[in-house]
Every structure is written in C-alpha cells, then in structure tokens.
C-alpha cells in the first residue's frame, strides 16, 4: 500500500527512527540492569507491530505488553525477547503461557493460587506501594513470604509509582522505600519501579529492572522538567476552507465564538472524532509553520475552526496542512490546555487517525515512507 495522505483526513506521522532515538537516551540514562519497553494499547496507539519491530533493531528484549492477545503478537516479531503480560492470567489458561513463553504479572492471592496450579511456571508479582489499584497488599505480601511460592519462579517483583510527576518529591521516597521493605523478607528477584519518570531522575531509585513507555514515544511525563526526548508522533489536518467572515459573525453552534473584528478563519478537517478533545473549545490553537492559528469555537465531530488572521495568506489555504502537535507544538502543552494527560491525547488521536511510518532503520532517510495502517 503506498502512503499516501488523504486529502480530507488528518494523519499521524509516526517516526520510528525517533523512537530508537529515544531508547538509546534512555538506555543511557537508566543505571539498573535491564530496560523494557511498555508497548500496552498497541503501544500507547501508535501500533505495537511497527514500534516492537523498531525496538527490537535497537537490541530492546523485554516488552510489557497489556494482555496475552497482545504479547502474542509481540512474540511473533521477537521470538527471543521476554514479555510480560500486565493484565496477569486473565486472558488465557495459564498453560498457554507457558507455551508462548509469556510471564504474566500476577495481581492478587486469588490469580497466584491458580498460577501455581499450573506450576512450574514464571511470573512477575505487582506489589501495591500505594495506587491502591493492581497489586498485593501489605498483608498479602507477608503472606507470601510465609507461606512460599509453590513452584512459581519469580521472575521480577514490580510495582507501579503512584505517583511520578515529581520523582525528586517525598512521595517517590516513600514509595521507594515501602517497596524495599516489602520485597525484603520475598524470594531474590528482579525488583522493577522504575517507569518514565524514574530514569531522568534519582539513579539510586532505579534499582534492577525499569519498565519504560512514554519516554520511548516522546512523551515527558513530569511537568516542567524538559527531558531530552524527540517527538515521535506528529498529527496534523487539512484545511477544507478559508472564509473571511465581518465583525460579529457566529463561530460553531449556538455563539460558541463571535468575530470581535473581522477575521480570516479556516476550517480545519478534524474533531473529536479523531481524539481532538472538545475541551479546547475556544482554548489552544494549532500550528501552520512557526505561526499559531487559535482555536475559534467549539471543536465539532469532525471539524474545527481556526484564527488565520494576519498569517501569511500561502500558509492557509485549502489543501495546506496545520500542525496539531509534533515539533511545532509540543503534545505536552495541548493537552495540558484540554486538561488532559498528554498520553490520553496521544494514545486516542493514535487509535482513530491514520498513521504513516518513517525511518524504521536509523540510517534511513526520514522521508521515506515504510508503511501506513489504517484504523
Ligand atoms: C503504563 C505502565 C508503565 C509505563 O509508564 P510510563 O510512564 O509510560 O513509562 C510501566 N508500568 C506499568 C505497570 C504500566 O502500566
């Protein structure tokens, strides 16, 4: 299939040269023994097949995938690689991941009493250190330890940060050092708290094994602290049309904007059916080259209206294409205007837009296209 834009349709960009970029920053950021690449919701949207092929060039051997449909695939295109399955045993017998050579990560008592049935077995166990989410409690961590583990081989002990946007901050500490004591009195194995956040910060916290997404994809999970990472994904948007409309014409339904002044506004081929979250009504803007065009009105299903006005007039014409994030705009900074984690913009834009790939070898042109999915 060529990769071709549509004309009419927004499209990410996915650039998996930048994202072997990024894993070769983090790998030298990060002091523990062995990094993993979280490829969960086909890797966070942007297409687990294409981003495991690229990690797997990059020498990545562990993957962290959501549940055992995706480890398969996973498997498919890294036959040595280890991957974990987040989602612990729910979704096959216990015996098929034996023989996919999949680990789940096992959750409560209730999940590593069936395990262990199965035994023997390899497993990682999530601890909870505070998320109150997945994971043992305290209790059933000493439990445990008491009791033994019944023929499963451990393979790592892993909890997840319940908080990380500031890992210089108390919190990171406390939670460090509840995980250190409650893997204490466990059986010797690879212990993993270290997620995004955790490798541009405190090194003594990284311990063995960290467990990476968002950074891979470019994506800075800590406010405020610019890390040294590329955008990997760019999403942009036709210009349908260009009107000039009179002081005091209506925006979107029902007045949502109303022209103070003249204005050139252009309308642009994407909504929030393509992830674009309606909260910016009125809020952010986009990009045409170095220019920002703010957002006028409310974000429809599939359109949205821009400020044009006083950009340079080839910039924004019919056909022309407007930055929505990427180099330009950082993801970060609209979906903090939209009240959102930027992975949620990220990871849903990513589900419903097509995608195009780029530089899957490092020493490939960037311009040349691999391949395109569509939804
Ligand atoms: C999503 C996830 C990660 C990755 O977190 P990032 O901040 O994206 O690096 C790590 N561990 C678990 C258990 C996760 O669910």
Not at 57 to 71: P, V
Not at 236 to 256: K, R, T
């Amino acid at each position: 299939m060529t990769a071709a834009v549509q004309a009419d349709a927004p499209s990410m960009e996915i650039d998996l040269g930048r994202l072997g970029e990024n894993w070769r920053t983090v790998r030298g950021r990060y002091t523990g023994a062995e990094l993993g690449a979280v490829v969960k919701c086909d890797a966070y949207g942007l297409g687990l097949d294409p981003v495991v092929a690229a990690l797997s060039a990059q020498g990545c051997r562990q993957y962290w995938t959501l549940d055992f449909d995706e480890a398969r695939r996973a498997r498919a295109l890294a036959p040595q690689a280890e991957i974990f399955v987040l989602d612990g045993l729910r979704g096959a017998p216990a015996r098929a991941f034996r023989e996919w050579r999949l680990i789940p990560v096992l959750n409560d008592p209730d999940e590593i009493a069936l395990a262990a049935r199965a035994a023997p077995l390899t497993v990682a166990i999530a601890l909870d250190t505070g998320l109150g989410r997945l994971g043992l409690r305290p209790e059933a961590v000493r439990a445990l330890a008491a009791r033994g583990l019944d023929g499963l081989r451990v393979r790592a002990w892993v909890t997840q940060p319940a908080s990380f946007s500031t890992p210089e901050g108390p919190e990171s500490q406390g939670l460090y050092d509840r995980f250190l004591d409650l893997t204490a009195p466990l059986p010797r194995a690879a212990r993993s708290l270290a997620i995004s956040a955790s490798v541009f910060a405190r090194p003594e916290h990284h311990l063995d094994m960290a467990r990476v997404g968002s950074a891979l994809y470019g994506v800075d999970t800590t406010p405020g602290r610019a890390l040294p990472l590329r955008p990997v994904a760019r999403l942009d948007a036709p210009v349908l049309q260009v009107a000039e409309l009179p002081a005091g014409a209506g925006i979107g339904y029902d007045g949502q904007f109303r022209c103070p002044r003249p204005m050139r506004v252009a309308t642009l081929g994407i909504g929030y059916a393509h992830g674009l979250p309606y909260a910016l009504m009125n809020r952010g803007a986009v990009r045409f080259g170095a220019h920002a065009a703010p957002i006028v009105g409310g974000i429809s299903m599939g359109l949205t209206s821009v400020d044009v006005t006083g950009l340079p007039l080839h910039l924004a014409v019919p056909g022309a294409r407007a930055e929505i994030f990427g180099d330009r705009q950082r993801i970060e900074d609209l979906a903090a205007q939209a009240g959102l984690p930027a992975n949620a913009l990220l990871s849903l834009a990513a589900a419903v837009c097509r995608k195009r790939y780029h530089g899957l070898r490092p020493d490939q042109p960037l311009a040349s296209s691999l391949s395109e999915s569509l939804p």
